[in-house]
Structure formats: C-alpha cells, structure tokens
C-alpha cells in the first residue's frame, strides 16, 4: 500500500481534487483502496499527514516545574546581588548567618523601596534585587532545616 510518509511533502501542497487523481493513479498502478473507498481513504491520508506534523520526541514532564518560566531578570539580579557579597563577605557564607537576620534584611530593602528608594546606596543594585536574594536565602534555609 502507499506510504504517506515518503510523498508527505508532496501531497500536503494538494487539494482534495488534486489528491483523489493521483490517488486514482497510484490504484491504477496496483495498489489497493482500503476498505470505506476514495474518500475515507482521502480522510485517512490527511489525518496521517497531519500525525505526521506533530513532534515526534516524547518528554514526560507533566508535573515537574517550569523553570523556563522565572523571569531571567529575577535569575540574574539574584545572581548580581550574590556576586556582591560574595566579594564582600566570602562565597557561600549566607549559608551561616541565622534565617532572623536575613528576614530583617528583605523587610529593610522591601521598606526602602516602599519609601521610594529604588537602590540601595552601598552596592548601588536595586533593593528589589536584593528584597529576591534574601528570600533565596530563606527559602534555601528552611528547605535545609
């Protein structure tokens, strides 16, 4: 029977009409109508070509986070405020400063900016940046009490 994987490219530019006569010609040649005649078989031939367009790679992460959907400014801010203490104070030492200190923390940043103060004057980035530093600290810590 014919293979609408080896002609797809070909067929999917037909119409209908221009299908139905080379399928008449491709019976003609020897191969066999299925059962249900022309226009099942036109069904049939449409529906595997559309099969055919959908991706054929299976992922099963239903269930599992998105992480290509965080805003990759939030990433990199996180990122930016981290680098700056990590000069300052040491790479990872936020991991031994106690949670209390780091809530105290995100609050003066978050009053700051409520106050209207945008950046925080000794590192110069945005206290909204380090408002999402310090809750990575606390969500990071209270994930590893």
């Not at 037909?14 to 006569?21: G, R, V």
């Not at 559309?50 to 939030?74: H, N, T, V, W």
């Not at 925080?120 to 990071?140: G, K």
């Amino acid at each position: 029977m014919y293979s609408v994987k080896t002609n797809a490219d070909y067929i999917r530019s037909m119409t209908d009409e221009e299908l139905a006569d080379w399928l008449i010609y491709y019976a003609h040649d020897g191969y066999m109508i299925p059962d249900g005649g022309w226009d099942n078989w036109l069904k049939q031939i449409r529906v595997e070509m559309m099969e055919m367009d959908k991706p054929s790679g299976l992922k099963y992460d239903a269930g599992k986070p998105r992480l290509d959907l965080i805003p990759p400014e939030a990433i990199l801010a996180i990122g930016k405020v981290m680098t700056y203490g990590a000069d300052k104070y040491g790479a990872n030492n936020w991991r031994g400063v106690e949670p209390d200190r780091y809530v105290a923390a995100l609050l003066r940043h978050l009053m700051a900016y409520r106050m209207g103060e945008l950046c925080d004057p000794e590192s110069t980035m945005p206290h909204l940046w380090h408002v999402l530093a310090n809750a990575a600290f606390l969500v990071t810590l209270a994930r590893e009490e």
